[in-house]
């Protein structure tokens, strides 16, 4: 179970082309100027279950890929990893990208959240930093934010960001 603010379809703001993005309840970082300060009280969704989630995802077969946002999916790693698992089986031209307030580095050293960034894509990492905001920057708020290319990260041991140009990732 996924405790769920709202799913939302064909979105553009949370990666590239059109993506099914899931607004997950709960955030302790509370970072100031969040844009979506609704979303820290874990209590404030409801909850949801892979399959009910799943349904949403697979109603739309031409969006390119699945957000998962919040909140923090870092706090509710478990759900999201069986939720990622379900995309890579049932719709696996899709890619998935997730945003956390945690960094990259911190998530390796916690097993339950590691096991759910192995599973992503592209991970969004930091806090938004609200003196470092940017609003010209791709798919982020503030310049301390990072675009990871999370599979070559692992493979190569080391942060690998994301560049401009393979931001085409899986079409």
């Given at each position: 179970m996924i405790s769920v603010l709202s799913i939302v379809e064909d979105t553009m703001v949370d990666g590239p082309g059109f993506r099914t993005s899931v607004y997950c309840a709960g955030c302790q970082h509370r970072c100031p100027g969040c844009h979506n300060p609704q979303s820290w009280n874990p209590e404030g969704g409801h909850?949801?279950?892979?399959?009910?989630?799943?349904?949403?995802?697979?109603?739309?077969p031409y969006t390119r890929g699945v957000t998962f946002t919040g909140g923090d999916p870092m706090y509710q790693p478990e759900g999201f990893a069986e939720l990622a698992r379900a995309?890579?089986?049932?719709?696996?031209?899709?890619?998935?990208?997730?945003?956390?307030?945690?960094?990259?580095?911190?998530?390796?050293?916690?097993?339950?959240?590691?096991?759910?960034?192995?599973?992503?894509?592209?991970?969004?990492?930091?806090?938004?930093?609200?003196?470092?905001?940017?609003?010209?920057?791709?798919?982020r708020g503030s310049s301390n934010q990072r675009l990871i290319d999370v599979r070559q990260s692992m493979a190569e041991q080391q942060v690998v960001l994301l560049k401009g140009?393979?931001?085409?990732l899986r079409m």
């Open positions: 909850p949801m279950t892979t399959e009910e989630i799943m349904r949403v995802i697979e109603a739309d995309i890579r089986k049932r719709t696996p031209q899709k890619d998935i990208w997730c945003y956390t307030g945690f960094v990259f580095e911190q998530l390796l050293n916690n097993p339950r959240q590691r096991a759910l960034l192995e599973l992503i894509d592209v991970l969004v990492d930091g806090p938004f930093i609200k003196e470092q905001r940017d609003e010209t920057l791709l798919f140009e393979t931001i085409q």
